[in-house]
Structures are given as C-alpha cells and as structure tokens.
C-alpha cells in the first residue's frame, strides 16, 4: 500500500529504528509498503525509502538503483573507505536529496566504498561491498535508522542546501 512521506519536521525521523528479529508477515508488509510508496514517486523521483519515513520504526530500508528494488534489513556497515565519492557513474555530480524533503539538493560527501552486512527480504545472511552512487544511497538510509538525516550531515559539512531550481543550473 503507497504510505505518506513523514516530512522533514516530523519528530518520528528523529527516533532510532529496532532491528527487526524475524522477517516475518508484518516485516513483509512494511517491505510491500516501502516498495508501493517508492516506486510510486515521481516528483522528484526517490532511490531510497526507509521504514521511518513512513512511520514504521524498523530497521529496513528499500532502495531502486538500476534495476528491481533491494530490500536491506538490519543494515550494519562494517567498514568505509577514506575516499569520497564526488561523481555519479555518468559523471554527474551528485546531489544527495531525501523524499522526507523533496526538491531540496546539497552535495554531500560521503566515503565512496563501504563494506555492509544484512538480511535480504528472505532473511538471509548477505555481506557486500559497495561503491559509487549506491555506497551514497545505503549511507543515506542507514543514517535513516539511527535518526540522522541529510541535512544534518550538510551541516557538519559545512555544505549548503540547494532548491531544485539552482540545483539543476549547476
Ligand atoms: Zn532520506
């Protein structure tokens, strides 16, 4: 079922997710929403969706990069690298957004590889190392869990907050 986006103020954002201890009927479901609520966007279009932003304080989040959604759940990152990623693949400079605060932009750097472990949405064990854009995306989400948002990062960062309109010029 498609869900409303929490926005960005919403105080539930800011709580930390339980892991989830079996992927159960109800696990399925938050997984059926996130997955319905995801791909529905358009405007701006998301590339991630956390339990959260839906008002389910779980640790799984779904993310659509080239390709079918991938169901991530219990997410722990094992290790970054020091690096960090400043272009997309296509050579795009990328722009970290969140559905929670649609048409806003900033470039954010984040390390550029991580190593993540987590069940996939049969509940298996899955260890893999990532790079690029999705290193960015599953950064983004596991913050997500914990309550931190990206904003938050801009800041520490030092970075700013772009609308759309002067996001796209650039
Ligand atoms: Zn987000």
């Given amino acids: 079922m498609v869900r409303k986006i929490l926005k960005v103020t ?10 989830v201890k079996k992927v159960d009927k109800k696990t399925q479901a938050i997984i059926a929403d996130l997955k319905d609520t995801l791909t529905i966007q358009k405007d701006p279009e998301g590339v991630g969706l956390a339990a959260p932003q839906i008002g389910k304080l779980r640790q799984i989040f779904v993310m659509r990069y080239k390709g079918e959604p991938k169901v991530i759940i ?13 272009k997309r ?20 750097l984040r390390p550029d590889k991580v190593k993540v472990k987590y069940l996939n949405e049969r509940g298996d064990s899955v ?14 989400e596991v913050d997500h869990l914990v309550g931190v948002l990206f904003v938050d990062r801009l800041l520490e960062q030092k970075k700013p907050l772009l609308s759309v309109s002067r996001a796209d010029t650039r």
């Fill in 89 to 108: 693949e296509d050579g795009k400079k990328i722009m970290e957004g969140c559905l929670s605060l649609p048409h806003y932009y900033g470039p954010l």
């Fill in 10 to 19: 919403d105080p539930l954002l800011r709580r930390k997710s339980k892991p």
């Fill in 127 to 140: 260890t893999e190392t990532v790079t690029g854009f999705e290193a960015q995306i599953i950064q983004h």
């Fill in 74 to 86: 219990n997410p722990k990152i094992i290790s970054r690298s020091r690096g960090s990623t400043k």
